[in-house]
């Protein structure tokens, strides 16, 4: 059985991007960029919903092609790449880059990856790691904290009908007062 982490860069106020979507206040150092490129490359598959979709698949595909990439920014962008991918959109979206498109619900197919024999699964995007985590899907959770806050926007967080206990396994400290922390489920 697979393990999901929900893993995004959220403000210290709980806020994975602002109400118009801007993620400007979670610009990584290089420190952190290197250990996101890392998390990719020991992916093996990772959980796109639409509209993280549209932002990730906007830059990365050809990020390694500009001329003022960095080595770390070329290493990512061929890590994403190769990584298997599902997107999750109720309407069809272009998909390319070693990715599906999964149209049908998500929780159903979520479950049913996690079933299947492999290594881990990252999800990303809040409204779909939200149904993921209201049905007890996901195995671990990774904030990426800045010390920044947003006031409003989407939230790392759903409102959930049910509490979940987590366990503290690791904390990591970045440049800027960025704090790492990963969690696992209490099952």
Not at 38 to 43: E, I, L, P, S
Not at 60 to 74: E, F, L, M, V, Y
Request: hydrophobic content about 40%; some cysteine; glycine content about 8%.
């Amino acid at each position: 059985m697979r393990t999901l982490t929900f893993a995004m860069n959220v403000s210290l106020d709980g806020y994975v991007a602002t109400p118009d979507g801007d993620l400007g206040w979670s610009e990584p150092s290089d420190e952190l960029f290197q250990w996101w490129s890392d998390r990719v490359g020991a992916t093996e598959l990772s959980l796109y919903g639409r509209r993280l979709w549209e932002d990730m698949s906007a830059h990365w595909p050809t990020a390694d092609q500009s001329p003022d990439a960095t080595p770390a920014h070329r290493e990512y962008a061929r890590r994403w790449r190769a990584m298997p991918k599902v997107v999750f959109s109720s309407t069809a979206c272009p998909v390319d880059w070693n990715a599906r498109l999964v149209t049908s619900d998500a929780v159903t197919e979520i479950d049913r990856l996690k079933r299947e024999e492999g290594g881990p699964m990252d999800i990303g995007g809040a409204t779909l790691a939200g149904a993921a985590m209201r049905a007890g899907l996901v195995d671990e959770y990774v904030l990426v904290t800045s010390p920044v806050l947003v006031g409003g926007g989407r939230r790392f967080f759903p409102p959930l009908d049910t509490w979940v206990n987590l366990d503290l396994v690791a904390t990591r400290t970045f440049p800027g007062g960025v704090l790492m922390t990963r969690y696992v489920t209490r099952r």
